[in-house]
């Protein structure tokens, strides 16, 4: 087992704040967050050579596709940055998003739209919704 393993408790998403540019909000009420990253879309290669002497395809990478960021968050409707996303979503305006990593402090940078944002009721637990940010362009590693 290793020792060297983080805990991911207190990482933080922040979008920008549309009144004062540059500056960031941080989203209240986020449980569990998961990164898109990337994933690269395979570019063919294969000849009628290769084909005859091997029956392995061959393929170059592609363009990289940086995924979705999602996470859930305890929806609060007075909460400004839960109005913040809905309407962004509602207006499918793109908006700057942060990431901040609490064990090494690294900080990564993404322009998104918010293309989900579903809200549940339960009868017994917290209403809630999880929210899914369509990353367009990549990341960008600020720290």
Known sequence: MSD???HGYGTLVKVE???SPGSYLTIGEVGDIELGGFKASKIGTTTH??????????????LLDPGDVK????????????????TTGQSRTKR??????PNNGEILEFNAYVMEMPRK?????????DVTLGVTGGY???Q
Do not use: M, V
């Open 140 to 142: 960008t590693k600020i």
């Open 49 to 62: 050579n290769d084909a005859a002497t091997t029956p392995y395809e061959t393929f170059i990478p592609g």
């Open 71 to 86: 996470f859930k968050i305890h929806y609060l409707s007075e909460q400004y940055t839960h109005q913040l996303l809905w």
């Open 96 to 101: 700057k998003y942060r990431t901040y990593e």
């Open 121 to 129: 009721f339960p009868t017994d637990d917290t209403i809630s919704s």
């Open 17 to 19: 704040d549309p009144g």
């Open 4 to 6: 060297a393993a983080k």
